[in-house]
């Protein structure tokens, strides 16, 4: 079946670094792919997305990198800051079924360091 | 504000009892979708409408649980005879389309669910 999985539940990073948050997929199906960032009681905040016929998409700060060869994608965050602290989700779907349901992984927690 | 708004924010209730919950998509935004979500994962995704078309529901959309929208604006969840495993984050997100473009879903605050 369709998943989207995460390989790491928590990353402590030191404010000013760079993070790295990887996420695989397991069904090659899934074609567009977008990352959440979900603060303690909120609901989930839309950082970026890629669809698969793109392999880098870069917004402020924020990079993600799909290999569709391996199934994986990576939220990179720059000079990561302690407004960044939260979980992270990657979700994705098939674009063109007409199915709109986003399939989560489980998230990361993010943890930034002073 | 022009975000996805959801009420009520928290709702306890008992066990047997019928819940409702609405939420008010982002203005124009055509589509519309409930999710939930248990404590340390991911939310899962529940049913979607396009307009006032219910078009995908998940397997995990009991017949206890109904949704409508019926003018292709706000829409209720409704769920009877709500059970403890019921309890969690019930999450609304609206898009628009934008023809073969993904189209970006927006979450709301979130209304969580305790039955006791």
Redesign the interface.
Known sequence: GESVGLHLPTLSVQEGDNSIINCAYSNSASDYFIWYKQESGKGPQFIIDIRSNMDKRQGQRVTVLLNKTVKHLSLQIAATQPGDSAVYFCAGRPMDTGRRALTFGSGTRLQVQP | DTG?SQNPRHKITKRGQNVTFRCDPISEHN?L?W?RQTL??????LT?FQNEAQ??K?RLLSDRFSAERPKGSFSTLEIQRTEQGDSAMY?C?S?LERGTM?????????TRLTVL
């Open positions: 996805v589509r979708y999710y340390g994962q991911g939310p899962e995704f979607y078009l995908e998940s999450l997100a898009s993904g189209d970006t879903q927006y979450f709301g605050p979130g």
